[in-house]
């Protein structure tokens, strides 16, 4: 497998992350990298790389939005992951979140946990979650499409 890396946004990423294309069966359960670029605060965007290009995206909160997830004042959490749809059955998605916890140590030493929440339906991504060590708080929050459950890697 090709070495994939795990990268802050720059401008350089911009062209192929708007090319990015999810199947709507995918793309009901997080959002593409082109609705997620916008800087915002409290919020940093990484790119999964493989390569020096794009295969992937998600998003790191440390906004008000992590008291929904839990009640440790040094977690953070995760949102929009995708994987670029000609990138998919690569590997990339389980790689990139086996480098998070190693990433988060590096980039943000006050962070001891990442918290996500996945969708009921969604069990790709379940499965994905589980295999790299997240654990189902048993809490769920309500999400655009229904009921979403909240996981947790401790770092």
Not at 71 to 77: E, G, L, Q, S, V
Not at 99 to 118: G, S, T, W, Y
């Given at each position: 497998?090709?070495?994939?890396?795990?990268?802050?946004?720059?401008?350089?990423?911009?062209?192929?992350?708007?090319?990015?294309?999810?199947?709507?069966?995918?793309?009901?359960?997080?959002?593409?990298?082109?609705?997620?670029?916008?800087?915002?605060?409290?919020?940093?965007?990484?790119?999964?790389?493989?390569?020096?290009?794009?295969?992937?995206?998600?998003?790191?909160?440390?906004?008000?939005?992590?008291?929904?997830?839990?009640?440790h004042?040094?977690?953070?959490?995760?949102?929009?992951?995708?994987?670029?749809?000609?990138?998919?059955?690569?590997?990339?998605?389980?790689e990139?979140?086996?480098?998070?916890?190693?990433?988060?140590?590096?980039?943000?030493?006050?962070?001891?946990?990442?918290?996500?929440?996945?969708?009921?339906?969604?069990?790709?991504?379940?499965?994905?979650?589980?295999?790299?060590?997240?654990?189902?708080t048993?809490?769920?929050?309500?999400?655009?499409?229904?009921?979403?459950?909240?996981?947790?890697?401790?770092?």
């Amino acid at each position: 497998m090709n070495e994939v890396k795990l990268l802050f946004f720059s401008k350089k990423h911009t062209e192929k992350l708007l090319a990015f294309v999810l199947p709507p069966e995918q793309e009901q359960f997080t959002a593409l990298p082109n609705q997620k670029l916008e800087q915002i605060e409290g919020q940093f965007r990484v790119v999964i790389v493989s390569e020096d290009r794009p295969v992937g995206f998600f998003l790191l909160n440390s906004t008000e939005r992590v008291k929904e997830f839990t009640d440790h004042a040094d977690a953070m959490i995760l949102t929009s992951l995708s994987i670029n749809y000609v990138e998919q059955g690569k590997g990339f998605a389980k790689e990139a979140m086996g480098l998070l916890p190693v990433f988060l140590r590096r980039e943000f030493p006050e962070c001891k946990e990442i918290c996500l929440a996945v969708n009921q339906k969604n069990l790709a991504a379940q499965q994905l979650y589980t295999k790299v060590g997240f654990v189902d708080t048993g809490k769920t929050i309500m999400g655009p499409v229904g009921e979403q459950r909240v996981l947790r890697l401790t770092l």
